[in-house]
């Protein structure tokens, strides 16, 4: 099965609103595959639906790049104050896996639609008859 290679021009028509160079695309690119296998032993079989899932993890990576251009907070708000100006920011309560990517709601879409895949699969092995 062969790999999804990274069409700028579709990945552009899904999300018009990235502004990024070809590098940072294609840097995000290859930061989504170290996250998702894009190869032919990937847990993901459709090539559509893997495809999908790379192009979310390339806008969350551009959603967070975007936020830390902005010097925007990661999280919700927890705490805010007026007088000298205080905040912060938490994750709330979700586990450390799923925290980086709950960041931004192209993440979490890749999370919820993953979860399939983060399930434990069992795979009986052989059952050999003990031979006396």
């Not at 899932?53 to 551009?62: D, E, G, Q, S, W």
């Not at 905040?87 to 450390?96: L, R, Y």
């Amino acid at each position: 099965m062969p790999a999804v290679v990274f069409d700028k021009a579709r990945f552009q028509a899904a999300y018009p609103e990235v502004q990024a160079t070809d590098a940072q695309l294609e840097m995000w690119f290859t930061q989504a595959e170290s996250l998702l296998d894009n190869t032919d032993h990937s847990i993901v079989k459709k090539l559509e639906e893997r495809e999908m899932l790379l192009f979310l993890l390339v806008r969350h990576f551009a959603a967070l790049n975007e936020r830390a251009a902005q010097g925007g907070l990661v999280g919700r708000i927890a705490s805010a104050a007026e007088g000298s100006v205080s905040v912060s920011a938490d994750m709330g309560a979700v586990g450390s896996d799923a925290a980086w990517y709950l960041q931004t709601p192209y993440g979490a879409t890749y999370w919820q639609l993953t979860a399939k895949y983060r399930r434990f699969r069992y795979v009986p092995g052989v059952c050999y008859a003990r031979r006396r």
